[in-house]
């Protein structure tokens, strides 16, 4: 590389820290989470072409990069304290890298979450993060705990990001403003790590959104041994979204991916505390089904009645 490995971490990728005890420039960083607290770690990989495409603009592949990251650590009600970098690069673009370094390190101070240390190599673009955060010992946010009776709820609104993956691959037709709102879905998503922390104590399990509602539902029920019904009108979408033919309305709130929004579930009897979590993030949140003791995901409409997906077309369509 031209200008250099060593330049490049210099000039780009370090700052000082503050409450790890060592950040980039030895062997390891050191990090010293607090007495009574658990580390949460979590690693997602960035490939172009796979996760994102070649059009997103370098600042906002350094926000995605790291949200995906935190929204995993929201997802288990983690407060983020440190995060490592592995980049694959396939030159020395400095435009590229000052638009990367900005939008990182834009979320970083956001979030208030250190970078400490990572990788750097010559290859194909290929960017994976590690977070690492911390939560008090027995507190975190799992998979595995939904009860049946417990109501299902999600924060913001589902399905932009799926339609603007639509859009850029010409499948659907938004005129100027409309690809704009979408395609800021898709690249600028918005961890909701308050709202995870917020929820500690309160939900009995959560999920962050990253490969659409049903298979990451799916996850959950399988990990706490339920079933859901999930009733398809109260799914919540965005004005745009609403603008949309019905069929890809319900394809894009359903399998949609790419939302980054938190899917969990609370008792009934704590209705009143998520919504003051909610309140406290600054986050809308929606209740949209229910946990059953019998295994299986249920899609209702508002009379109970069960919806029939195969009539939506779209659903065929997106598998191809
Ligand atoms: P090692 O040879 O021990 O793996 P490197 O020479 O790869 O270490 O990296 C030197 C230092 O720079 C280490 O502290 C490492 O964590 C850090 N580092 C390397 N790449 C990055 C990066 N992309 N972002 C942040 N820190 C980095
Ligand atoms: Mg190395």
Redo the contacts with the bound molecule.
């Keep these: 590389m031209s200008l250099g490995e060593f330049d490049l ?1 210099a000039r780009w ?1 370090t700052r000082p820290v503050r409450r790890a005890v060592l950040g ?4 390891c ?1 050191l990090l010293a989470p607090a007495p009574g607290m658990q580390l949460a770690v979590s690693s997602d990989m960035l490939v172009e072409g796979r996760h994102f495409l070649s059009t997103l603009p370098p600042s906002r592949l350094g926000h995605k990069a790291l949200a995906v990251n935190l929204s995993d650590l929201a997802a288990c009600g983690a407060r983020p304290l440190a995060f490592t ?1 592995a ?1 694959a690069l396939p030159r020395v673009d400095e435009a590229f890298l000052e638009g990367f370094a900005q939008g990182l390190w834009a979320l970083a101070e956001a979030h208030d979450i250190e ?1 400490v ?4 190599t010559a290859g194909p673009l290929n960017i994976c993060i590690t977070v690492f955060g911390e939560i008090p010992a027995g507190q975190a946010l799992l998979r595995s705990g939904a009860q049946p009776g417990d109501e299902l709820w999600v924060s913001g609104t589902l399905g932009d990001a799926r339609l603007a993956l639509e859009a850029f691959r010409g499948t659907v037709a938004l005129d100027g403003a409309a690809f704009e709102t979408a395609r800021r879905a898709m690249e600028l998503p918005q961890p909701r790590v308050a709202l995870g922390l917020a929820l500690r104590g309160t939900a009995s399990s959560a999920i962050d959104l990253s490969d659409g509602l049903v298979g990451d539902l799916g996850h959950v029920l399988a990990r706490s041994g339920v079933g859901a019904q999930l009733v398809l009108d109260r799914l919540p979408r965005s004005a745009l979204l609403a603008a949309q033919p019905m069929a890809l309305q319900h394809a894009c709130l359903l399998a949609g991916g790419d939302d980054y929004e938190l899917l969990f579930t609370a008792p009934a009897t704590a209705r009143r505390a998520v919504r003051d979590a909610a309140a406290q993030a600054g986050v809308a949140v929606t209740p949209i089904g229910q946990i059953t003791a019998e295994a299986g995901l249920h899609v209702v409409d508002e009379a109970g009645l069960a919806v029939d997906l195969s009539a939506h077309r779209a659903f065929d369509h997106f598998r191809a």
């Design positions: 971490i990728f980039v420039g030895d062997d960083a970098l980049l970078l240390g990572g990788d750097t």
